[in-house]
């Protein structure tokens, strides 16, 4: 459990240091995201938006594909 929560945190801490560089929605390809150690099988959960858009989340930092080899980076807003 140590082990998965670890890779859980790698990626997150990786999403939001893409995410700050660009705020208003990081594109980021795939190869700057696995030189940096990202990991596609670990994720918190997932949430579809519509039929071709799929939302991978690690905590709150989340993404989905533009394209085959590129990813936008988004901030999940708290509805609370």
């Known amino acids: 459990m140590r ?3 670890g890779l859980l945190m790698r990626n997150r801490k990786i999403l ?3 995410f700050e560089v660009n705020r208003t929605g990081a ?5 700057e995201l696995y030189l ?3 990991s596609m099988a670990y ?3 997932q949430q579809k938006r519509s039929k071709s858009k799929l ?3 690690c905590y709150e930092y989340g993404y989905h594909f533009i394209g085959e080899d590129t990813i936008k980076i988004v901030l999940q ?3 609370e």
């Open 16 to 18: 939001s240091d893409l």
């Open 3 to 5: 082990r998965v929560n």
């Open 43 to 45: 994720f918190t959960h």
């Open 36 to 38: 940096k150690g990202f």
């Open 77 to 79: 807003f708290n509805s």
């Open 55 to 57: 939302l991978t989340y």
């Open 27 to 31: 594109i980021i390809p795939l190869s």
